[in-house]
């Protein structure tokens, strides 16, 4: 399955230069929106090189190849500029949660050995001390809020960008989630970013100067950057930032500043539609909603764009692969459940969990493995999980999907959630989606407990609407109508919240811990 590379449209030596033909194109057109403060592109732009220019002046250097620079900031103007100044500084960005512990940022920071730390005012309490513990020489502190922006920061010259950077320059440390195990740090080049942009591109076109997008997810997130942050750049549209998330905000936001782009996770979809004001609000600028970083159930991508007659476009990938592999494509025929096909120049086979190597026939589940150029280059310090992802240059990505006849990807389940129980392999997304469907239940997660003579058994974790009745027995006999016995749940418990990690995904691990305690 691999794309036409002659549909591919216009394309980036890197983020950088895209950001600097946005410039030079729409110098007066407004890119940032953040709170009541306004950026144009051509401000934008000498803000991200003044700033670049301060980065290297300060590690006394002229330029940060081979350097990295850690970002630990929220939603901001200034985290937007952050983020490209180190890529226009010849430096790899490390993005970092602002909310993580002592602990978690210790370890990226350790194990990146950043060059220079840019952090968020309000965390300094939290960040100060391992800086000085690290000894790490250079930091700078940013405000993060409306009176920051220095104009010491700007540089009004030409900057000399085609010179300093080149695909093959790593261009981003990130960060896996760290559900299982330590945080594992993720190379991408120049190159693989921005190759993935194109792609994205061709699957997803924008119209250029017209779009509107609004960034709910944080900034420190691949989906967040990949879906808001270039996506506005290279749509040469306007990006408007919200520092966090909250419904009633994101659903004014949508009505009152014309949104068209609505990239986010699958909660913030069911959150935004159970909010008070939902029906209230008028949609009609939105065209796509984008949804990434975990399955989407079908009701809730059937019930929004129902309500809202703006349609959801899925895609699928992971950090590892740049981050996007598949998408549903405007225009054409979407299969409900589906998250489209390959993306041009991307191939993606489905093999035996067991070797790796058996490739599957049409609707035979295994693992998904993708092969394309905004494949990661491997783990830093980690040969040992590089060697087991990437294999004869394929990325294997742990997740458990299948085709259709037509080419169609289905994500059934990541690898490591598969359960075997009495001997069955059980997948707990099907388990969920059949949850999903009950019409007193908002939110579902079916995890694998250990058991002496199943080796697993099933738990079911649910939140249902606020006046239903409806017990834990109740759910299992609804359960019974369309599951085969050894995928029925031992227990379901019904709960206020099931726990999610900072950009929406239910958090399994969490989930674990509170089942077993």
Known sequence: MIGDPTKYPKSYKTVVHMLHDAAVKFPSSIAL???????????????????????????????????RVAVICNNSMDMAISL????????????????????????????????????????????APIIDRLKIRYFIKVDGEDNMLPNTWRDKEDADIYSILEPEDLATLQYTGGTTGSPKGVNITHGQLSINITQREASWPTIEGQEKILCVMPLFHVFATS????????????????????????????????????????SIFHNLMNCEIFNTIDFSTLRIAYSGSAPLPDVTLQRWENETGCIILEGYGQTEA?????????????????VGKALIDTEIEIVDVETGEK?????????????????MSGYRNNQAETDEALRNGWLYTGDIGEFDEAGN??????????????????????????????PDILEAAVIGIADEYRGQVLHGFVTITRRSEINSAEILNYCRVDLAEYKIPKRIFIVDQIPRTIIGKIDKKAIKELSCG
């Open 84 to 127: 490209f100044a180190v890529h226009a500084a010849g430096a790899q960005v490390v993005p970092i949660n602002p909310i993580y512990t002592t602990r978690e940022i210790t370890f990226i920071l350790v194990d990146s050995d950043p060059t220079i730390v840019i952090f968020d005012q309000t965390i300094e309490a939290i960040v």
């Open 227 to 266: 879906m808001a942050l270039y996506l506005s750049a290279f749509s040469k549209g306007r990006m408007h930032i919200m520092k966090k998330y909250h419904p009633e905000l994101v659903l004014r936001a949508i009505e009152n500043n014309g949104i068209t782009l609505l990239p986010v996770g699958p």
């Open 322 to 338: 740049g981050p996007l592999v598949s998408a549903n494509v405007e225009g054409s025929e979407i299969i409900v459940g589906s």
């Open 359 to 375: 490739i599957l026939d049409i609707k035979e589940k295994g693992e998904i493995r993708v092969k394309g150029p905004q494949i």
């Open 409 to 438: 990807l289905f994500i059934r389940d990541r690898k490591k959630d598969m359960v075997i129980t009495g001997g069955y392999n059980v997948y707990p997304r099907e388990i969920e989606e059949i949850l999903y469907r009950h």
């Open 33 to 67: 929106v953040y709170k009541k403060r306004e950026l144009n592109y051509q401000d934008y732009f000498q803000y991200v090189m003044g700033f670049s220019k301060n980065l290297k002046s300060m590690a006394n250097l002229q330029s940060l190849k081979g350097h």
